[in-house]
């Protein structure tokens, strides 16, 4: 069968990315290859299908060029990666496709999963929930519906919800992921040496964060890794077969979670001179001065740390569990700062119990921490999480159609507020950390010396620096 993976353009914004943890309001751009459509579509490859992976953002390409390039493919079945934020227009999208193609459209992603039967009404034919590589592999091989795990569709003007299937155990079973479809040299972030790639060490997440859509949704509350011999095969596959990259971020939620697989890793990668600079997320608590220091000679040259907040209470509300205090967050930005790895440090407004006040000591907090970047958003709770659940049910979600995620620019906006906090207070703070952080003159003064002696860092600075100050105006 032919089979047509495809990310959707979106509101002309070549820089929206479907495939995140928790929709943040944030002023940052950056353009993320799908990975998951790009694991799916090698799968459906594997068996020998046709494949094909249309990355309409990343190609900035408009609705009317992608309908032309999918009715030339003759596809059979279209996976669509959908999101809450641009379910309506994906909706709509699939609907016309399935007009012009004859192909059956099937949703995939976190929103889909979530909530299958408002999805179905926008216009798929299929959702494919949680984890689909090997559900899209099924219906390719045009197994009948009601066979099929993990799926929900309509029958007789019924919604039907097939069981859930189960996570894929065995992670050394699948393909790397077919990044030959993918415009590689498209994607970027100011943080990371550009073009760059995702890759997966493994899935899930044993913390119980109530934003992070992913754990909740997708890939499971428990960490299942890859061998470190698979995980450094990929990375020399990257090398040979696309040397115009220049690094890899581990999209995993936590990379360091499991300190015998991440020092395994390192090893294997240090033994086998991999030699490609690679960028990772950590929590405040996973981390050791034996971590990072191997982590280091790896080829780590960044991480992402979610120090969240400077208020342990709020980090309590959030269930970033005990370990994790704002005072585990200063000894974890020394560790990392001593190996010399440079630290983003990710900082959310809007958790339960959250206050001007405690706003404030965040930003206060960032500020001591004085570390590399920042990234100050509001969260923005997707339906199916336990933040979405615990707003909704106190009444302080504030929208009426999903539409209402993004303003007209395209740009994601808060969809609830506190009696005590409004969504447009919110704003205007998150306006005011990026002053207070990146304005300092200690900062400043840091910041350029970094860049004169880094060209990379010094040239994508500047898309983002832009950003900022138009953001700020």
């Known amino acids: 069968m032919n089979v047509l993976f495809l990310n959707p353009p979106f509101h002309d914004n070549a820089t929206f990315n479907r495939e995140v943890r928790f929709q943040a309001v944030s002023p940052q751009k950056a353009l993320h290859p799908p990975l998951l459509l790009a694991y799916a579509a090698a799968v459906c490859k594997k068996e020998g299908h046709t494949v094909d992976l249309i990355d309409a953002p990343a190609l ?53 999963t979530a909530v299958p039967e408002d999805t179905l009404k926008k216009g798929f034919d299929i ?54 479809l993918l415009p590689n040299e498209k994607y970027y972030s100011a943080l990371y040496k550009n073009p760059f790639t995702f890759i997966l060490a493994g899935r899930g997440c044993p913390q119980q964060c109530i934003f992070c859509a992913g754990p909740q949704l997708m890939s499971g509350r428990r960490y299942r890794f890859r061998s470190p011999r698979n995980i450094v095969d990929e990375l020399k596959h990257i090398k040979k077969n696309f040397p115009k990259l220049k690094s890899v971020l581990f999209n ?38 034996e971590i990072a220091q191997k982590m280091k000679k790896a080829g780590c040259f960044l991480v992402k740390v979610g120090f969240e907040s400077g208020n342990d209470e709020i980090l309590r509300s959030m269930k970033k569990g005990p370990r994790a205090t704002a005072e585990q967050g200063k000894k974890c930005a020394e560790i990392f700062s001593k190996a010399g790895i440079q630290v983003h440090g990710t900082f959310v407004f809007g958790m339960p119990g959250e206050t001007k006040e405690t706003i404030q000591k965040t930003i206060d907090y960032a500020k001591k921490l004085d570390i590399d970047f920042v990234q100050f958003s509001i969260a923005q709770p997707y339906p199916g999480t336990e933040f979405f659940e615990i707003l909704k049910k106190q009444g302080y979600l504030k929208f009426g159609d999903w539409s209402e995620f993004l303003d007209k620019e395209g740009c994601i906006t808060p969809i609830f507020e506190y009696p005590n906090l409004k969504a447009g207070e919110m704003e205007k703070f998150l306006k005011k950390a990026y002053r207070q952080y990146y304005f300092r003159p200690k900062y400043i003064a840091k910041a350029v010396k970094q860049r004169l002696t880094n060209r990379e860092l010094a040239k994508t600075s500047l898309r983002s620096a832009w950003n900022l100050v138009k953001y700020l105006k």
Not at 65 to 84: H, N, R
Not at 141 to 147: T, V
Not at 258 to 274: A, G, S, V
Request: proline share 3%; charged share 30%.
């Open 252 to 289: 995993d939620d936590t990379l360091n979670v499991n300190k015998k697989h991440i020092l395994e890793t390192c090893d294997l990668m240090i033994k086998e001179k991999i030699n490609l600079p690679w960028a990772a997320y950590s929590r405040v608590d996973s981390v050791d001065e």
């Open 60 to 112: 900035e390409i408009s609705r009317e060029k992608t309908i032309v390039m999918a009715k030339k493919f003759l596809p059979g079945l279209i996976v669509m990666l959908t999101s809450t934020a641009s379910v309506e227009s994906d909706g709509a999208l699939a609907k016309e496709l399935g007009k012009e193609t004859n192909a059956k459209t099937i949703a995939v992603g976190v929103h889909a």
């Open 127 to 180: 959702i494919a929930r949680g984890e689909y590589e090997y559900t899209i592999r099924e219906l390719a091989e045009k197994a009948r519906l009601e066979k099929v795990l993990g799926i929900s569709y309509k029958k007789n003007k019924k919604f039907m919800h097939n069981k859930n299937r189960p996570l894929i155990e065995n992670l050394d079973e699948l393909p790397f992921p077919a990044r030959e």
